[in-house]
Nanobody
């Protein structure tokens, strides 16, 4: 059974930092492209960042220079380091793993940026 479990969300003040984790089980994690997506209230889910098994990365323009995606294939875990957080980063953040027709999602973790 495939499971993606996110952790690390919470409430942070503007300008603060959070690190999200995504622990994968039931898949050969290193073969999958891992991504982080987010969905704010009333908005569509949007791509935040992706990383291939070989650690090539891609970022949404809105987070470039502030967020860093990474992975540890030996631990079957992916990460999203979020710095200089803004109120507009408030959303539920979802982990995604994709390999061809096989796609899996985590349950999401809430990130709230507010003073």
């Amino acid at each position: 059974q495939v499971q993606l479990v996110e952790s690390g969300g919470g409430l942070v003040q503007p300008g603060g930092s959070l690190r999200l984790s995504c622990a994968a089980s039931g898949i050969t994690f290193s073969l999958y492209v891992m991504g982080w997506y987010r969905q704010a209230p009333g908005k569509q889910r949007e791509l935040v960042a992706t990383i291939t098994g070989g650690s090539s990365t891609n970022y949404a323009d809105s987070v470039k220079g502030r967020f860093t995606i990474s992975r540890d294939n030996a631990k079957n875990t992916g990460y999203l380091q979020m710095n200089s957080l803004k109120p507009e980063d408030t959303a539920v953040y979802y982990c995604n793993c994709l390999l061809g027709k096989f796609e899996y999602w985590g349950q999401g973790t809430q990130v709230t940026v507010s003073s």
